[in-house]
């Protein structure tokens, strides 16, 4: 009597809780696709490329006339006093390392404007997906990444992309 008793208690717990999650909706989202397809996400994607691709050329410039000063010194080594070559050394390493220091810091800054970018984005994105969440009666929103397999008709990606085209249309970063 006792184990028809707990058979009895597990069952209906069981159908209970099925149909619980049998009224669950779960939709799929592709965060990745959001960031950089929206046109907030595209333009700063497109500034910090543009920023990036500018500083390495001058960086690379830099890098070039580096080389060349350093290749002058040591083409000039013989004709130079050791004092005259060791200022002329020290002056040229203080270039590197200074030219190393804008690298990294300019590498840091793109860094951060990308990172700065992204909150902004998200903060915006925040309240457009809760709205749509709240209007839809949606239980469970999942990152695309973290889903193997699933029908086409749960993904709101574009349905989200298009609202946050709508609410964000560009994103200032600098």
Known sequence: MKYLVKFFVVTFLLIVSTHVLADQKVVVLDMKHVLN????GKAA??????KFNDDAKKFTNMQKDLKKDEKELLDAKSSLSKEDYKKKSDLLR???IKFQKDRRDSLDKTGELRTKAKETLLKELTPILDNYISENKISIVLDK?????GLKEFDIT????????????SLSIK
């Not at 994607?45 to 543009?50: A, D, F, R, S």
């Not at 574009?158 to 249309?169: D, S």
Request: charged content about 35%; aromatic content about 4%; cysteine-free.
């Open 37 to 40: 397809k929206s046109k907030a």
């Open 45 to 50: 994607q497109q500034y910090l490329k543009k």
């Open 94 to 96: 203080k270039k590197v």
């Open 145 to 149: 990444k973290n889903m193997i397999g």
């Open 158 to 169: 574009n349905i989200i992309v298009e609202k946050l085209n709508k609410e964000l249309p």
